[in-house]
């Protein structure tokens, strides 16, 4: 049986900030009604993490929960973790009209770390990365140039970006394009004007 390996393999490029493909990363897509006891318990027993709020993310050490949309939340957890997660799901859902599914093997995480992060995203998506419109545990669905992607804030210099597994060599190389040397726009980090 051959062992399961990341879209990318930890692909990495160090510009304008560091970007890299975290590798195999766990991913639960729980689909249901957020304000129902059983599915706000089945997520936050599946990671330790509180219940998100619209457009935030909740951590607990490497686990996280994610508000995607009013009926959905991306799960975050250990790769080896995602069937005993979502069999404990279900069982807090037994007869209620909810979904967890493993998305794992679908999508990809790249993390970007570096003064210039804010500056790097703008430059891809119409998403306003402002520190007034985007802050730290803040989540975005959006696009970064041709593709859909979720984008967080881990700190005030890290960012998380989700894609589909499918557009992971182009996600990869388009924010290394925003990234190479050379290219900086310092937007974010420039005095303000007098």
């Known amino acids: 049986m051959s062992e399961p ?17 975290c590798g195999l990363q766990g991913m639960i897509i729980l689909r249901g009604d957020l304000s129902a ?3 706000r318990s089945a997520a936050t027993g599946a990671t330790g993490a509180k219940m998100p709020g619209p457009r935030e993310v909740q951590t607990n050490g490497a686990k996280a929960l994610c508000w995607m949309s009013p009926d959905e939340l991306l799960i975050l957890c250990d790769y080896s973790f995602v069937a005993q997660a979502i069999e404990g799901m279900n069982k807090a859902l037994n007869g209620v009209h909810a979904l967890a599914v493993d998305m ?41 140039a041709q593709v859909s992607a979720a984008f967080w804030l881990e700190d005030d210099m890290t960012f998380r970006v989700v894609c589909f597994r499918s557009v992971a060599r182009y996600t990869f190389d388009l924010l290394c394009t925003a990234a190479r040397p050379g290219s900086d726009v310092d937007y974010f980090n420039a005095p303000a004007a007098p």
């Open 5 to 21: 390996v990341s879209a990318l393999n930890h692909a990495a490029f160090d510009g304008l900030v560091e970007i890299e493909e």
């Open 37 to 39: 006891r059983a599915v």
């Open 104 to 144: 794992s093997d679908a999508r990809t995480m790249f993390r970007l770390t570096g003064a210039a992060a804010r500056d790097v995203m703008a430059k891809l998506t119409p998403a306003d990365v402002s520190p007034q419109a985007l802050q730290p545990g803040q989540i975005r669905r959006s696009r970064l």
